[in-house]
């Protein structure tokens, strides 16, 4: 009895499983490649077109034999739910201070300690984007808007501030001071 349950665990054991089923699937992609060339060549298909076909007939039969090990090596190659970390790029500051007009998302992500042009992320770059926008609807903060806009359109900017709202280099220095902060992209260089 032992015995026998010995040879089910082993007829499902994952290797032999994949072993098996990656020899059948090259075996039946071998012979279907072959089986189906002849069989064109027979029926009157041009014989360079017949062995394109078994030949795409075949490598889809290896990489169709190789899936189940593909997907067991992905499985295994990182633990679920553990996330891929991102590279922290710092910025320029002495690039950007040169910069007088910000977008609210690029003074979140400098506020951070991150470069703007880095895929990121982290909940302080919301937070820091989320505190100017308040600023700017407490009128703490100044928007900038270009020659074309009106003063009905100064009003939309202050009350639905965005992350592509645009404010002065200097007018978020004034923020910052009056709030007892020194971020570093805001020093001069």
Same mark, same amino acid.
């Given at each position: 009895?032992?015995?026998?349950?010995? !040879?089910?665990?082993?007829?499902?054991?994952?290797?032999?499983?994949?072993?098996?089923?990656?020899?059948?699937?090259?075996?039946?992609?071998? *012979?279907?490649?072959?089986?189906?060339?002849? /069989?064109?060549?027979?029926?009157?298909?041009?014989?360079?077109?017949?062995?394109?076909?078994?030949?795409?007939?075949?490598?889809?039969?290896?990489? +169709?034999?190789?899936?189940? +090990?593909?997907?067991?090596?992905?499985?295994?190659?990182?633990?679920?739910?553990?996330?891929?970390? +991102?590279?922290?790029?710092?910025?320029?500051?002495?690039?950007?201070?040169?910069?007088?007009?910000? $977008?609210?998302? !690029?003074?979140?992500?400098?506020?951070?300690? !991150?470069?703007?042009?880095?895929?990121?992320?982290?909940?302080?770059?919301?937070?820091?984007? !989320?505190?100017?926008?308040? *600023?700017?609807?407490?009128?703490? +903060?100044?928007?900038?808007?270009?020659?074309? *806009?009106?003063?009905?359109?100064?009003? /939309?900017?202050?009350?639905?501030?965005?992350?592509? $709202?645009?404010?002065?280099?200097?007018?978020?220095?004034?923020?910052?001071?009056?709030?007892? /902060?020194?971020?570093?992209?805001?020093?001069?260089?």
């Amino acid at each position: 009895m032992l015995e026998r349950l010995r !040879q089910i665990r082993d007829a499902f054991n994952w290797g032999l499983f994949a072993y098996r089923l990656v020899v059948v699937l090259g075996l039946t992609g071998v *012979a279907s490649a072959i089986g189906g060339s002849v /069989w064109a060549v027979i029926i009157g298909v041009p014989i360079p077109i017949a062995l394109m076909a078994g030949y795409c007939t075949l490598v889809g039969a290896i990489y +169709l034999a190789m899936a189940p +090990l593909a997907y067991r090596a992905l499985a295994h190659s990182m633990p679920a739910g553990v996330p891929v970390p +991102l590279v922290k790029t710092p910025p320029d500051y002495r690039t950007w201070s040169y910069i007088q007009f910000i $977008t609210v998302s !690029q003074a979140a992500y400098l506020w951070s300690g !991150q470069d703007p042009n880095s895929p990121s992320e982290a909940p302080e770059i919301n937070m820091w984007a !989320q505190v100017m926008k308040d *600023a700017i609807k407490r009128k703490e +903060l100044r928007v900038t808007l270009g020659d074309w *806009a009106d003063e009905s359109d100064r009003k /939309w900017a202050v009350l639905t501030p965005k992350d592509e $709202t645009t404010i002065l280099r200097r007018d978020l220095k004034t923020f910052a001071k009056s709030k007892g /902060w020194e971020p570093d992209f805001l020093k001069d260089y």
